[in-house]
């Protein structure tokens, strides 16, 4: 079993940065693929991105691509999501997610195992 716990939402007007956290707890923390999703109000969970459990492999949805980054310390059991240029539509949940396999990190929600409780991120314009 992976608890996750997401930290660093807040509100922040467009065109400025925030830095998401994710920490898991266990020891296999190494060996999971990890993802960011989101999702705004009436709207479906949608991919953001996603890194593979040595680091080596990451994914990003084409609305965040150049502007978002994700990156792993496993020495810290935590994932990171870099948010520079900041946008109003970027406004929602932010949720982290931990996959089993071993391939390259999943884009689907269904694929991931654990989840975290999620953390809101407002743009303002």
């Known amino acids: 079993q992976v608890q996750l716990v997401e930290s660093g939402g807040g509100l922040v007007q467009a065109g400025g940065s925030l830095r998401l956290s994710c920490t898991a707890s266990?020891?296999?923390?190494?060996?999971?693929?990890m993802g960011w999703f989101r999702q705004a109000p009436g709207k479906e969970r949608e991919f953001v991105t996603a890194?593979?459990?040595?680091?080596?492999?990451?994914s990003y949805a084409d609305s965040v691509k150049g502007r978002f980054t994700i990156s792993r310390d496993n020495t810290k059991n935590t994932v990171y999501l870099q948010m520079n240029s900041l946008k109003p539509e970027d406004t929602a949940v932010y949720y982290c997610?931990?996959?089993?396999?071993?391939?390259?990190?999943?884009?689907?929600?269904?694929?991931?195992?654990?989840w975290g409780q999620g953390t809101q991120v407002t743009v303002s314009s």
């Open positions: 997610a931990a996959d089993r396999g071993l391939g390259r990190p999943p884009i689907t929600p269904v694929s991931y195992d654990y």
């Open positions: 266990g020891r296999t923390f190494s060996t999971y693929a």
């Open positions: 890194i593979s459990w040595s680091g080596g492999s990451t």
